[in-house]
């Protein structure tokens, strides 16, 4: 090792550029994750194989295929995609630097550790906002091309919001198990049966429960109703099925611009008697503004719950390894 | 660091994890512009007073001083002046060396023209100005070493940590370390260092701690440590044709203090631990004495070490 004089370097010490620093330092993390890379080249084969499939049918039955201008609008990862985004963002943020023993590096730099927590927050909001971005790009250049037209492009800002919203409920809850364990596998498997045990029961409580009310207050896909839309154009009155949960506020944040005067109506499934048809049973109904509000309002307070937790236990961490 | 007289100040300092104390009312001063050396054998409690040091730790109880401003709690503003270089240091895989030290450069504030202008310099000092485009997972355990050292020097602070500098180096490597502890503190920086080997304390540093089972055994200037710890220093001298004049000459020195004669050998016990070799030589060639062999006989700072840490555990060497 060569002793080398150095100049004394002057050193400016704005807060924000010492933030733009954790977010680069996260951000490189972040795009560089086999994992993340995979996920992505994921994401992008399904929006291929969900543009491509159509045109392969319809082809091979010989019918052409109908125009649909709400292609692009209507696409979007979906649960399993929200959960798995959020998964490889930020399973291994907090507790990854824990085990590979670079929190030690990185808590001794003059970066508070709420300036840590929040720049890995917004590098992952960063990355999330242009992923779902080029994935919506592809999607509505692919729609265009085989669908035709789209309609209601200018909404898309709100279906990227919504769908950042949805994840950020899962990517709250898997910092918080990854924060309190320091584990990245601890937050990885404790998510996924956290999502899974959710996303199979909700289905299930929807349809045989008359609880299924409480699926709007739980991460996921929440309860499922039929929208009822009044005066839509020539059509009259149609139906839509929608879900209520957290992960369908970009959904539903659409339907409540274009409908907003539109209700939502749950049903459920009646005893099973041989020999007689099923009995759907109709439970209630609730103005599609309150079922949008209401889920925006819990994932809001999922979101701002589990990332307290989370900061509080990095916050309070000690590094003893 | 004009006008800070002590660089690093714990008072009554105690670290528990569950029954154990690691670190025990330790009262630890580093003075400023020093090379401090930090001994201990393995587990004595040095890492987690320097995780307490940075902020990594919080102490049970206690008082921490850190460029004279007491550190609680997460205070990242004092660790703008303080370079760390954890024992054997981890750094993200998938960043290059340049990038690691840009990040953690702009993390300090630096401007951009500085970091361009300070990171191939510091590349270079630590001998990776080659390596330093290729990412830090394909770094061998010394060169992950020496980006370590680089990053604590990135942002020209006051007072430098480093823990365990050497472990995992070669036999080059460590003197490279050596000199680059020396050259920082000609720089007018602190240099607290903790070790477990005591050659590398002894080459470099002016002051020594040495801490056993989170107990501070003794702490002062290398020299007093030593003078302290290793009892005196004793000639063996054959002189040609040994006079009685010769012996009281010797024994008048002021630095002399018992003189045995056996044969034509004098053993002189010395009161100071500094080289009076060629004094004393002078003195008997004066008296007509002819030195045939001289040899010193004393403890070495690692035999004192030892057996100070063998009697803080009641007479078992550890």
Known sequence: ????????????????????????????????????????????????????????????????????????????????????????????????????????????????????????????????????????????????????????????????????????????????????????????????????????????VSAFSDQAWILTYVPGNGASGTLKIINHGDQGIITKSVSTGTDNIAANLINYILYPSSNVTFFKIGAFTPGQPLQIIELYAEPLSLVLLRSTAVAVTYILVFLFISWFAFKRAEVLE | MFGLEFAIE???????????????????????????????????????????????????????????????????????????????????????????????????????????????????????????????????KGMQQRIGIAQALINEPELVILDEPSLGLDPVGMVEVRELVKAIAEEGKTVFISSHLLFEVEQVCSHVTIIHRGVSLVSDTLQNVSNKLSGPTTLQIEVAKLSDSIVETVKRLPFVSNVSQDGNTMTIELETRDDVRSQISQEITKSGGVIVSMNVKGQSLEEAFIQLVAKSHGGKTV
């Open chain 1, 1 to 204: 090792m060569n002793a080398i004089k150095r100049k004394r370097v002057k050193t400016n010490r704005p807060r924000i550029t010492r933030f733009w620093a954790v977010v680069k330092y996260e951000l490189l993390w972040n795009i560089r994750k086999k994992k993340f890379l995979g996920m992505v080249i994921v994401a992008f084969a399904f929006a291929t194989l969900g543009l491509t499939l159509p045109v392969i049918l319809s082809n091979m039955i010989g019918q052409p295929l109908s125009q649909n201008p709400d292609y692009a609008i209507s696409s979007g990862a979906g649960a399993l995609g929200f959960f798995l985004f959020a998964l490889v963002t930020v399973m291994n943020s907090i507790s990854g630097e824990f085990e590979s023993g670079t929190i030690v590096s990185l808590l001794t730099k003059p970066v508070s550790r709420t300036m840590v927590f929040l720049g890995k927050l917004f590098a992952a909001f960063i990355v999330l906002l242009s992923t779902y971005t080029v994935l919506f790009l592809y999607t509505t250049i692919g729609g265009t091309l085989v669908y035709g037209p789209q309609n209601n492009l200018h909404l898309v800002p709100l279906t990227l919001l919504g769908n950042i919203i949805s994840t950020f409920v899962w990517i709250a809850i898997v910092l918080a198990i990854g924060s309190l364990s320091k584990s990245s596998l601890i937050a990885a498997l404790g998510a996924f049966g956290i999502f899974i045990a959710l996303f199979i029961s909700a289905p299930i």
């Open chain 2, 10 to 140: 714990t008072i009554d300092l105690t670290k528990r994890y569950g029954h154990l104390t690691a670190v025990d009312k330790l009262n630890l001063r580093v003075k400023a512009n020093t090379i401090h050396g930090f001994l201990g054998p393995n587990g004595a409690g040095k890492t987690t007073t320097i995780k307490i040091l940075v902020g990594l730790l919080k102490p049970n109880e206690g008082i921490v001083k850190v460029l004279g401003q007491e550190t609680r709690g997460d205070n990242a503003d004092i660790r703008l002046k303080i370079g760390y270089m954890p024992e054997l240091p981890k750094f993200p895989k998938h960043l290059t060396g340049y990038e690691l030290l840009d990040i953690y450069g702009k993390m300090y504030g630096l401007p951009k023209t500085a970091r361009r202008e300070q990171i191939p310099k510091l590349l270079e000092m630590v001998g990776l100005k080659e390596r330093g485009r290729d990412r830090i997972g394909k770094y061998s």
